[in-house]
């Protein structure tokens, strides 16, 4: 499948280089002229702004993860650390696309050659405000930030493949229509940047489902990327998101593709991976590199960057959410570079990727990168407040419905701990609104971590007061609008799902399940694998799990699937479809809070913890 889109934006002539697949029109701006080149083979620019000098430096400007938030993240989603010499550290506000887009075009300044580029998840687990929307706010967002092309995520198949199509195509919702006409609204036209899915194929066809790879040229300067996701998106996707296609080995797939570039002579190469590491340090100026190159990081991109082809120049990651610059050796054992800018917009990477014209190739000795923080003490983008304020006048009549009121913050994706007071609080929703009989007769719910996308918080977000929980915000803490099952699970099968949270597929980074109210157990960090989830200690309402007896257990449709390494939650029967986790939450909310009587935080003390 390729995308013919309009050469909207001159300045620059750039290839697809996709096999089989149409040609991309144009695609971001003309950049200023003027800007000096380094090395003593450099020659001055000319009059005419060409700069045919021997070395190039060519700017690119990267992020990954935005996940629709085109306002400023709240509480904790809103924050990065800084550390200092003396090792202290500060937290700073950071994100919204009115101050990335600032930042973006201030640091485009003076640079002749720039190029943007992401790491996929840019749509998927959006707030309100662009979730509602199918996240058509967010690719116009993106297209006036001129994004020149973005690897395909994981989340960007939340919707299945026909939506990811017409993300990058244009028209109407299928179901929903076309969003905004009404009040002078064009229709959608579609992303003005290729989205790049090379080890994405259909089974039947095993043809790419976009396209593999891009070439960015200008001056005869030329760049090419290779856009994949990582290979196990299916078993974070629900199954119907990924029904029909079949994902790659990134290392095997990126590989295969820098060969067919450089048989199109592209010698200077950069991979977009969604695909990531887990750096020692929160902070995103931490030093990667200490004590030598590559130490600070780990990971499944570690392994992804020390396999992938030495021709590969850097590689753009994502998909963890953290912020680092590392330098991982490459097979040859020659350092390259591997960035990622944590999420929701909260930092940029500028890299300098210095070109040998005479080589074609990027002098890696020369190649320097930074995260930046986007800082909110510069002028807004008026462009990107002008978007948000258009889609805000068909969201806020929804957005800002009272829901319930919180005693302070409850913190899901803002909390480092195994159990988090948000999560408890979902899954005793889910219990409750699941536990009548006739709603499916749960007595346990689960639910899984990575689906919390926010915090609740405390502090108003508009005029609706601190403490108030809105529809938006709820909606953002839970936006995949999932619907709910409830299945027979043998105490047995319960178990094993419970220790499959920290082996299989979770061995390296355990996914701990939200528990609801009357199930504890003990996590014991000091074992490994599954030994650590002390079996004995596994009781409902103070008794022993009976390996033998069934159990009506209560979770989201992409648990029941097996979703996120638990395939003997899949193993259910007897399902009961029930109302979306959304609504089941928002019940909770309107049940059990009031302006005088407000949630207080959970304990979060089912699970108990040994370190």
């Not at 092309?149 to 939340?158: A, I, M, R």
């Not at 199954?239 to 029909?244: D, I, T, Y």
């Not at 917009?345 to 014209?357: A, S, V």
Request: negative net charge; hydrophobic residues 35%.
């Amino acid at each position: 499948m390729a995308a013919t889109r309009k050469n909207s934006k001159a300045g620059r002539r750039i290839l697809a280089a996709g096999a089989g697949l149409a040609t991309l029109g144009a695609l971001v701006a003309a950049m200023p002229a003027g800007a000096s080149q380094d090395g003593a083979e450099t020659a001055a620019y000319g009059t005419n702004g060409k700069g045919w000098g021997r070395m190039v430096d060519v700017q690119l400007l990267s992020f990954n993860d935005l996940h629709g938030n085109l306002e400023p993240p709240a509480g904790s989603s809103g924050q990065v650390t800084h550390v200092h010499e003396d090792g202290t550290t500060t937290k700073i506000d950071a994100g919204g696309v009115e101050y990335l887009a600032t930042h973006l075009r201030k640091a485009r300044e003076g640079n002749r050659y720039s190029i943007t580029a992401a790491a996929g998840d840019l749509i998927g687990g959006s707030p309100l405000l662009s979730g509602l929307f199918h996240d058509e706010p967010t690719v116009h967002a993106l297209n006036k930030l001129d994004l020149d092309v973005t690897s395909v995520g994981n989340h960007e198949f939340d919707e299945g493949a026909v939506e990811l199509a017409r993300m990058q195509n244009g028209g109407c919702h299928p179901k929903e229509g076309c969003f905004g006409t009404d009040k002078g609204f064009e229709p959608f036209g579609g992303a003005d940047f290729p989205y790049l899915a090379a080890n994405v194929t259909h089974e039947k066809t095993g043809k790419p489902l976009l396209d593999p790879t891009f070439i960015w040229e200008k001056d005869g300067v030329r760049i090419g990327f290779i856009g994949v996701t990582l290979e196990g998106t299916p078993n974070i996707v629900t199954a119907e998101g990924v029904k029909g296609l079949k994902f790659g080995d990134e290392v095997e797939t990126i590989n295969k593709y820098t060969k067919i570039l450089e048989r199109k002579g592209v010698k200077s190469i950069v991979a977009l991976v969604h695909e990531g590491g887990a750096p020692a340090s929160p902070a995103y100026n931490y030093d990667c590199d200490s004590p030598g190159p590559g130490d600070g990081i780990s990971g499944p991109i570690v392994d992804i960057a020390k396999n992938v082809s030495p021709q590969v120049d850097a590689m753009i990651t994502g998909h963890t959410h953290q912020a680092y610059v590392c330098t991982v050796p490459d097979p040859s054992g020659k350092p390259r570079l591997v960035t990622s800018a944590s999420a929701f917009g909260k930092l940029y990477t500028d890299t300098t990727l210095t070109y040998d014209r005479r080589t074609k190739d990027i002098v890696r000795t020369a190649v320097g990168s930074a995260n930046h923080v986007v800082t909110r003490d510069v002028p807004k983008a008026e462009d990107m407040s002008k978007l948000i304020a258009d889609w805000k006048v068909l969201a806020d009549p929804v957005a800002n419905r009272p829901q319930g009121w919180i005693a302070a913050d409850i913190n899901g994706r803002g909390s480092t701990a195994y159990e988090k007071p948000l999560g408890d609080l979902i899954a005793d929703a889910q219990l409750e609104g699941l536990a009548p009989a006739d709603k499916g007769g749960a007595q346990i719910a689960l639910m899984n971590p990575g689906g919390i996308r926010a915090d609740l918080v405390y502090k108003a977000s508009g005029s609706e007061g601190d403490g108030v929980v809105t529809y938006g915000e709820a909606f953002t803490v839970q936006p995949f609008t999932n619907m709910m099952h409830v299945v027979d699970l043998t105490g047995a099968n319960l178990i094993t799902a419970l220790k499959q949270q920290v082996s299989g597929s979770n061995l390296s980074s355990p996914k701990i399940l939200q528990i609801s109210r009357g199930l504890t157990y003990t996590l014991d960090m000091t074992k490994t694998g599954a030994d650590r989830v002390v079996e004995g200690t596994i009781k409902l309402n103070g008794e022993p799990i009976d390996p033998a007896k069934t159990y009506r257990v209560a979770m989201n449709e992409f648990l029941s699937g097996g979703g996120d390494g638990f395939p003997a939650l899949a193993t259910g029967t007897n399902k009961l479809v029930g109302a979306s986790d959304l609504d089941v939450f928002n019940a909770y909310l309107a049940a059990h809070s009031s302006a005088s009587a407000p949630l207080r935080v959970p304990a979060a003390d089912r699970i108990t913890v040994v370190k």
